[in-house]
């Protein structure tokens, strides 16, 4: 691999710095309609991917306390978007599920989110587009 230049280094932490505006502005939509901070909003977007997960499963994924992760999920729990519930197979465990309040909370997020990457794909002409997402994959899939 070749080695970045300086100028091409800051080329691309300015780039990044607008696009994570753009997403910042995204998640503040989510945050304002529904009073949540962004722990919040993560923690929803994990438990709807994982129905009945738990407290610990959220913090490992989020890389938080279990403390911090707990009153997240009071926060939550108060707000009626997400549930505890003891599995029988288990009852000293808690699972955790969204509910409807909380998937309208997701749904608001994820569309936001949707609109800021079409928002930019739509500044470049289909060819550029398509080089794009193939260079962000790319990127994404590397591991150091």
């Known amino acids: 691999m070749t080695e970045p230049t300086p100028e ?7 780039a990044f710095e607008r696009f994570t505006r753009r997403f910042k502005v995204a998640e503040a939509s989510a945050v304002l309609e529904h009073s949540l ?3 919040d909003i993560q ?17 490992r994924h989020l890389q938080v306390a279990l403390t911090t992760m707990s009153s997240s ?3 939550l729990v108060r707000r009626d978007m997400i549930e505890r519930q003891r599995p029988e197979a288990n009852r000293r465990s808690v ?4 509910t409807n309040k909380g998937q309208q909370a997701v ?6 989110y949707r609109a800021s990457c079409k928002a930019m794909l739509e500044a ?15 990127i994404a899939k590397y591991d150091d």
């Open 43 to 59: 923690a929803l977007l994990f438990i709807d991917d994982h129905p009945e997960c738990r407290l610990g499963d959220v913090a």
């Open 95 to 98: 699972a955790l599920t969204i």
């Open 37 to 39: 901070n962004a722990l």
């Open 107 to 112: 749904s608001g997020y994820v569309d936001g």
């Open 8 to 14: 091409q280094i800051e080329k691309l932490a300015i």
């Open 73 to 75: 999920a009071d926060r």
């Open 124 to 138: 470049l002409d289909p060819v550029d587009q398509t080089e794009f997402l193939r260079l962000t994959q790319k």
